[in-house]
């Protein structure tokens, strides 16, 4: 593009933002903790499922002192049923950080902001330009998309180096607009009219800036190569109750999938049916237990991997003494651990099918 019509482009998109951008509770405030906090809920995340999370989260830990003195399970509680459990274990370990090197103050430098656990070149851009007024771009998949539509970019978005292509793009333009309002305008854009599939290219304001759709080939941008298929695991929950109604539940390991959150305990659901998972479960709890196979069944798809889960329960009469992460519940009590929304849905059985439970 040239000067002219950069300064056209952006005075199309902006107008449009300022008239019809999304009204969003972190875009109320330039706090950049409270943006941050925002940022690392987004990702992967639709906006309407982080809205009330955000609030509660901002209740909860009003200041980034705040969140950096928390317990990492209280932590976890809050952020229960959002997924992604990582993304807030990096999020309080970045705001550790920030309250020990820099005083609890957000740096407004690139390197210093990238050298922070879990803060990469996007969210780092993100709490530049909005935080700050810097002129740095965020790229994420929606940016990538509407630019390559708008410059009709070949470059495979699967690709790390195709990124930095966007990157300069969106340089050049952001340098001649409000920082803050051009990167949120052009998310904007991505969510609310840039469809990956069904673009709604006649409410687009900056159509007439748009390669693709001069050239009636919008659904074929972005390129993107294929991801892998997710790998199927099948699994049997089991829910084991004492004498007393209460019921054992184990915590994930402190690294990987889902660390540190609590769960039923699971095994691997083999070909040999009800029996296989009757040895196993008497091998795992260490007492042998009589099972029966409940109607509850629920799928679980994370970005790699698909959880389908059986779900089978039985009641020992000795209770056993709980291993180093175990622990015997009354079911009243479930809802102070932080559980994954696969085993959330399993408490939800419970309660709704052992109503005489403590």
């Not at 997924?83 to 990096?90: E, F, I, L, V, W």
């Not at 939800?348 to 439970?357: A, G």
Request: proline share 6%.
């Amino acid at each position: 593009m040239t000067p002219r019509q950069i300064r056209q482009f952006n005075h199309d998109l902006l107008k449009w933002f300022h008239e019809k951008g999304r009204s969003l509770p972190w875009r109320e405030t330039n706090n950049p903790y409270y943006i941050w906090v925002s940022e690392i809920m987004l990702q992967q995340t639709q906006v309407n499922t982080v809205i009330p999370y955000y609030n509660r989260f901002i209740s909860r830990f009003p200041t980034l002192h705040a969140l950096a003195e928390a317990q990492e399970e209280s932590v976890l509680k809050s952020w229960e049923g959002l997924g992604y459990y990582s993304r807030a274990r990096n999020l309080q370990k970045g705001v550790r950080e920030v309250a020990e090197k820099y005083n609890g103050q957000v740096p407004d430098d690139k390197d210093k902001l990238l050298s922070i656990h879990g803060i990469g070149p996007y969210t780092a851009g993100a709490l530049l330009s909005i935080a700050f007024s810097e002129p740095e771009p965020a790229v994420d998949g929606n940016v990538m998309r509407v630019m390559s539509r708008i410059f009709l970019i070949d470059d495979d978005i699967a690709k790390a180096k195709a990124k930095k292509e966007f990157e300069n793009v969106v340089q050049e333009l952001i340098a001649e607009a409000d920082p803050r309002a051009f990167n949120q305008s052009l998310m904007d854009l991505g969510a609310m009219i840039c469809h990956p599939k069904n673009p709604e290219c006649p409410e687009c304001p900056v159509r007439n800036h748009c390669r693709a759709y001069d050239e009636g080939v919008q659904t074929e941008y972005p390129v993107k190569s294929g991801k892998a298929k997710p790998k199927t695991a099948d699994y049997a929950v089991l829910l084991i109750s004492d004498s007393e109604g209460k019921i054992l539940i184990e915590q994930r390991p402190d690294s990987g999938l889902l660390a540190g959150l609590w769960q039923f305990p699971m095994i691997g659901e083999s070909e040999g049916g009800k029996a296989a998972v009757q040895k196993l479960a008497g091998e795992k709890i260490g007492q042998s237990v009589h099972l029966t196979k409940e109607s509850f069944t629920h799928t679980h798809r994370f970005s790699h991997l698909v959880w389908n889960l059986s779900l089978y329960s039985g009641v020992i009469c000795d209770p056993i003494i709980p291993g180093e992460r175990q622990e015997w519940l009354p079911v009243s009590e479930l809802e102070k651990r932080p559980f994954p929304v696969s085993h959330q849905k399993v408490i939800d059985w419970l309660k709704k099918n052992r109503r005489n439970d403590t």
